[in-house]
C-alpha cells in the first residue's frame, strides 16, 4: 500500500493469503482489507454501470463516530482497475489485481 496524492492505492493480492481469503493482519489492516473486499462484490455485481454507489459504508472514525458517508465507485475501462471515493471524507483510492477473487460476482457465463 502506498499514497500518492491522497489516492490509496491497493493491490488486493497484498492482503490475500495462499488460499485468497483475507490474510491473517492487524486489526486496522484487516478492516481495511474488509472494506476493499464490500467494494469488490459491489463493482463486479455492478460492473456494466459506470459509477454507482457501493453497497457499504464508510467505516472511517472521524470525531469518535462512524462516517457512513456513501462510497462511489467506478471500474477504469482502460486497465479495469476500481476507483472508490469515500464522499464523506473525500478519501479516494484504486483497487488493482481483485479479478478471479472470491469477490469478484461477475457472471462469467456471459460473453
Ligand atoms: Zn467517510
Redesign the pocket.
Known amino acids: 500500500m502506498e499514497n500518492i496524492r491522497n489516492v490509496k492505492i491497493s493491490d488486493l493480492k497484498n492482503f490475500l493469503d495462499e488460499d485468497g481469503q483475507i490474510a491473517q493482519m492487524n486489526p486496522e489492516a484487516n478492516k481495511f482489507a474488509r472494506f476493499l473486499t464490500e467494494i469488490i462484490e459491489s463493482a463486479s455485481e455492478n460492473y456494466s454501470m459506470p459509477l454507482f454507489f457501493a453497497n457499504t459504508?464508510?467505516?472511517?472514525i472521524?470525531n469518535k463516530t462512524?462516517?457512513?458517508?456513501?462510497?462511489e465507485v467506478g471500474i477504469y475501462a482502460e486497465d479495469n482497475r476500481i476507483g472508490w471515493e469515500?464522499?464523506?471524507?473525500?478519501?479516494t483510492g484504486v483497487i488493482s489485481n481483485w479479478e478471479g477473487t472470491i469477490w469478484d460476482k461477475r457472471d462469467y457465463t456471459l460473453h
Request: charged share 30%; hydrophobic share 30%.
Open positions: 459504508e464508510c467505516v472511517q472521524q462512524i462516517c457512513n458517508g456513501e462510497v469515500r464522499v464523506e471524507c473525500e478519501a
